[in-house]
Nanobody, 121 residues
């Protein structure tokens, strides 16, 4: 499967953005999906994941209550709604997929190119 994230940009603290991840070349509904981010000088980290089988979601503590993951299997698209953005959310955001039911930086098999989110204070 090929993945392409989009929707990043510059936003003020407290603002919102919605990221999209378009998938092609696979059976989208069978993939467990996740969003990850990498800030300058830091390692890539998990943000949120969604299982393919039951739609169960898992969020990093740092984004709980502010970010929402969703998927539209009919459109082969994964979304990340980000609200109440903070400067520390600034990072390149990546979408990723695998055919299992685990989500983690080392667990994903397919990665899209990232999209930059910059939150100004």
């Amino acid at each position: 499967v090929q993945l392409q994230a989009s929707g990043g940009g510059l936003v003020q603290a407290g603002g919102s953005l919605r990221l999209s991840c378009a998938a092609s070349g696979g059976t989208f509904s069978r993939y467990t999906l996740g969003w990850f981010r990498q800030a300058p000088g830091k390692e890539r980290e998990f943000v949120v994941g969604i299982n393919w089988s039951d739609g169960d979601t898992h969020y990093a503590d740092s984004v709980k209550g502010r970010f929402t993951i969703s998927r539209d299997n009919a459109k082969n698209t994964l979304y990340l709604q980000m609200n109440s953005l903070k400067p520390e959310d600034t990072a390149v955001y990546y979408c990723a997929a695998n055919l299992r039911e685990v989500v983690g930086v080392r667990e994903m098999d397919y990665w899209g190119k990232g999209t930059l989110v910059t939150v100004s204070s």
